[in-house]
């Protein structure tokens, strides 16, 4: 457990340019994504009339009143919450206060009946960057990392506890190739109502002439999913973020779904960006260091 730990949150990694980087860029990602959904929810809402499906604290409380122009006051409010503590480094708790309005908000957005995965991450995210600042006030080296980390434990819990599901409600012949051809058939249906054509790429075509092949993808995306929770250890994070993102293009491929925000956020935190901006900025170093010598020996 000491291991895992280390390996999720590592706080006595050196405070190097790298480190600072990559955590500022996964904040801003977090920041970006919260509000581009928020308000994008927001101009969304005032469509809607009735809740059709109550969500969470959408059975506690009323969340019809949100349907006029609290929605927007809402946004505004997570956008403050949001600002603040990324642009002035301060007040760094007002990220528990927005991850609690932005629960509401998707819960009002998508009280309709369906809902979507985009989000569930950005949120995980943002309740980590609130929970850093309870954990490690005035420490904001820590409190990015463990909000890292907390992100991180989330992704790998999240991919093989939805495979696990998987197995849980259809047993081991969730693989089946007719599956796929089940979902790629509902799904080109979708797209023709909302577009008005619909084509099967090369490898839809494959899969449905191949009941093998359908088969095969199903059963690789399935481990793939399995093994998520190996990103937890620092060592194997790259391999098994290279082999999610790749899930995901053969998802698009297969079933024209991109999740396009998870994978952003996977390529932030899957790979050591950190080691490699510590190398450009020691060879830019050495170089300018270099040129000064070679300008002074010059004179």
């Known amino acids: 457990m000491d291991r895992l730990f280390q390996n999720l949150f590592q706080f006595d990694a050196p405070d190097s340019i790298g480190t600072k980087i990559q955590l500022r860029i996964f904040e801003l990602c977090t920041v970006y994504f919260t509000l581009s959904y928020t308000w994008e929810w927001a101009l969304y809402v005032p469509r ?4 059709v499906l109550p969500l969470g604290i959408a059975n506690y ?23 603040i503590p990324f642009l002035f480094k301060k007040l ?23 809902i979507p995965h985009s989000a569930n991450m950005v949120g ?5 960057l609130g929970l850093s600042e309870i954990f490690f006030r005035n420490d904001i080296k820590k409190s990015l990392a463990f909000a890292f980390g907390f992100t991180v434990f989330f992704f790998g819990l999240g991919y093989t506890s939805a495979a696990l599901s998987k197995l849980i409600a259809t047993g081991i012949t969730w693989p089946s190739g007719e599956h796929l051809w089940l979902w790629m058939g509902e799904k080109s249906i979708d797209i023709l109502s909302l577009t008005g054509e619909f084509q099967f790429n090369w490898l839809q075509q494959l899969a449905f002439e191949y009941w093998w092949i359908a088969t095969a993808i199903l059963s690789i995306g399935l481990i793939t999913e399995l093994i998520g929770f190996l990103i937890w250890w620092k060592p194997l994070r790259p391999y098994v973020t290279l082999l999610l993102i790749a899930m995901h293009v053969g998802i698009d491929l297969t079933m024209n779904i991109f999740f396009f925000t998870f994978t952003v956020q996977l390529i932030i935190i899957g790979f050591p960006w950190n080691k490699v901006i510590n190398r450009l900025t020691e060879s830019i170093s050495k170089s300018s260091t270099q040129k000064t010598v070679e300008q002074y020996l010059l004179y």
């Open 48 to 51: 809607l009339s009735d809740v």
């Open 92 to 114: 760094r708790w007002l990220y528990a206060p927005a991850f609690l309005l932005f629960h509401l908000q998707h819960v009002v957005r998508f009280s309709q009946g369906e």
């Open 61 to 83: 409380i009323n969340v019809e009143i949100f349907f006029g122009d609290l929605a927007t006051v809402n946004a505004i409010l997570i956008t403050l919450f949001c600002l």
């Open 124 to 128: 995980i995210a943002l309740m980590g």
